[in-house]
């Protein structure tokens, strides 16, 4: 089964930016779809964005303009590039696949990695 690596979190002050990445442990020949979620202390997994096969990307209404979701297919590893970046940004980021088509659905996504910290200070 493939292992998802997420990288790239610490702790930035409010308008900074950060890239995280999410490394797949290998290549799988399935149709599959990539997300990034986030969950804040206290709070619900939400959805930020996802990337299908065919590189259509959807975001979340808080990331729209703000974050940019990409793929980089000879290093086999996702990107999150956040700008902008608000104290309520603050949480542990995810990378999740599912098989097939995007979702926003917490429980659609079967594999997960192990999260990355983001703090953003006002």
């Known amino acids: 089964q493939v292992q998802l690596v997420e990288s790239g979190g610490g702790s930035v002050q409010t308008g900074g930016s950060l890239s995280l990445s999410c490394t797949l442990s290998?290549?799988?020949?399935?149709?599959?779809?990539l997300a990034w979620f986030r969950q804040a202390q206290g709070k619900e997994r939400e959805w930020v964005g996802c990337?299908?096969?065919?590189?259509?990307?959807t975001y979340a209404d808080f990331a729209q303009g703000r974050f940019n979701i990409s793929k980089d297919n000879a290093k086999n590893t996702l990107y999150l590039q956040m700008n902008s970046l608000k104290p309520e940004d603050t949480a542990m980021y995810y990378c999740?696949?599912?098989?097939?088509?995007?979702?926003?659905?917490?429980?659609?996504?079967?594999?997960w990695g192990r999260g990355t910290l983001v703090t953003v200070s006002s």
């Open positions: 290998r290549y799988t020949y399935n149709t599959y779809s």
């Open positions: 999740a696949q599912k098989i097939g088509s995007c979702s926003y659905v917490v429980t659609a996504f079967d594999i």
């Open positions: 990337r299908d096969s065919i590189t259509l990307t």
